[in-house]
C-alpha cells in the first residue's frame, strides 16, 4: 500500500548509518515526507530519501562527531519529483563529504519552482574534497540566502556548490 503523508517532526536520532532511509519505489513513491525540527547525530548520512513525489524539509539540526574520520553526508535526496523546500537547516561535519546531494530533484514547475533557502553548512577540518550543495539533473530551483563554509586541508578540492547538469536553476 502507498503511503500519502510520512511527517517526522521534532525527533533526535544519534548513531548508526542513517538518521532516517527513506525509499519507495517507481510505481509506488510516497506523496509527500516532512521532516522538521530534528536533531541527527554521528551517523554516516543523516538522511536519505529516495523514489518519493514531494518533500519539505526545514529547520533541521544535522552534525557528524567531531573525533569521527569517516566521510559525511548530511542530506541526500534523489529522484523527487516535486521539491517544496529545503530551509532554515543546520549541517555540521568534520570530514564533509557532501552537505547536501540532489540527484534528478525537481521543483513543481518553472513557475512554482523549490526553494532552498537560509541553510547553514560547515566542515571542520576536511582531509579530503567536500562539497555543500552538490546538484545533478535537477530542475525549478531557487537558491537563495544560503551559508557554505568549508575549510581542511584539502581547499584545492572543496567546492560550495557543484552542478554537473540541470536547469532553471538560480
Known sequence: QKDSLLIFD?????????????SGVSSNRPDSVIITGN????SYRSVYINQVNGVIFTN???SQNDTSSQNYSGL???SVNRLHRINQNQITAKNLEYGMYLSSVFGQTIIYRALISNNFI???????????????SSE????FYNTVNLS???????R??????GSSIN
Open 10 to 22: 521534532n525527533n533526535q536520532f544519534k548513531n548508526g548509518s542513517y538518521g532516517l532511509y527513506i
Open 39 to 42: 536533531t541527527m547525530k554521528n
Open 60 to 62: 533541521n539540526n544535522l
Open 76 to 78: 541526500y535526496l534523489a
Open 122 to 136: 560547515a566542515s571542520k577540518g576536511n582531509t579530503s574534497s567536500g562539497t555543500g550543495f552538490y546538484f545533478t
Open 140 to 143: 525549478n530551483l531557487n537558491l
Open 152 to 158: 581542511g586541508s584539502n581547499a584545492t578540492g572543496t
Open 160 to 165: 560550495a556548490i557543484y552542478l554537473t547538469s
